[in-house]
Nanobody, 123 residues
């Protein structure tokens, strides 16, 4: 099972930018679809963005389209989420997830989760 560790969370003002990153322990990193989820206080965890194993395909929840960019670096086994034009409603714990199951794109069935990193957007 791949181990995931997030970093890069913090406090930012509305309209600002922040990038969170996730490093994966798995050598076969390119065989995993990777994704980001988030969970706000009192709410269920929700999907945010996904990137295919090849990196050629990306998919976003409507609320972040045009503002967030997911990417991956195969030399460092990392996946990043660049978040621009942040809004207070983006405040949440952001989780990195890995899916090696071969589920049809763009569906994700994560088998591994990171511990999460807090992102807080002040108004």
């Amino acid at each position: 099972q791949v181990q995931l560790e997030e970093s890069g969370g913090g406090l930012v003002q509305a309209g600002g930018s922040l990038t969170v990153s996730c490093v994966a322990s798995e050598r076969a990193f390119n065989t995993y679809k990777m994704g980001w989820f988030r969970q706000a206080p009192g709410k269920e965890r929700e999907f945010v963005a996904a990137i295919s194993g090849s990196g050629r395909l990306t998919y976003y929840v409507d609320s972040v389209k045009g503002r967030f960019i997911i990417s991956r670096d195969y030399t460092k086994n990392t996946v990043g989420l660049q978040m621009n034009s942040l809004k207070p409603e983006d405040t949440a714990v952001y989780y990195c997830a890995a899916d090696g199951s071969g589920t049809r794109w763009p569906n994700l069935r994560p088998s591994s989760w990171g511990r999460g990193t807090q992102v807080t957007v002040s108004s």
